[in-house]
């Protein structure tokens, strides 16, 4: 009996750390000066995609040669959608004109776009259960 809950404690413990060991590497190209910072959110189905503080993780990151780039750890296996914009001027949100179109850069993970609109978090997901990395173009 001893043998068998020691082997469901290690096979539990091992199953989470499997589960839990994976990263996504975002890398975001576009950017039109090194001026601010980029504000990546990861977003999970259940999170209010795609308002700013209402993502699963958020980082802020610097921008160097038009480049940002990060790497989100430990995360499970599942759909993900990332959202981006950069901060220019280091408000802590996108800036929109009177009519409400932003005037930053911004994107979305599958460089998924809409017209009026930001796009579904099922044209934006990111389905893995191994490491990945992925490109995103801020327009």
């Known amino acids: 009996m001893k043998s068998l809950l020691l082997f469901l404690l290690v ?4 199953s989470a750390a ?3 060991n994976l990263s996504l ?3 975001v190209n ?3 000066s090194n001026e601010g910072k980029a504000f990546i959110g990861v977003y999970r189905p ?3 995609w795609p308002e700013i503080n209402k993502q699963f993780i958020g980082k802020v990151v610097v921008i160097e040669n038009g480049v940002a780039k990060i790497t989100f750890e430990n995360l499970e296996k599942g759909s993900y959608a990332i959202a981006v914009f950069h901060d220019r001027n280091r408000n802590g ?3 929109k004109n009177m009519l409400g179109v932003p005037v930053e850069k911004y994107g979305f ?3 998924a776009r809409e017209t ?3 796009p579904s978090f099922q044209s934006a997901a990111v389905t893995f259960d191994k490491s990945k990395w992925i490109s995103i173009n801020v327009k």
């Open 93 to 95: 949100i996108l800036d």
């Open 25 to 27: 590497t975002v890398q």
């Open 30 to 32: 576009g950017f039109s």
């Open 18 to 20: 499997e589960k839990s």
């Open 11 to 14: 096979f539990s413990l091992t």
């Open 116 to 118: 009026f609109s930001a």
């Open 46 to 48: 259940q999170d209010k």
């Open 109 to 111: 993970s599958n460089n």
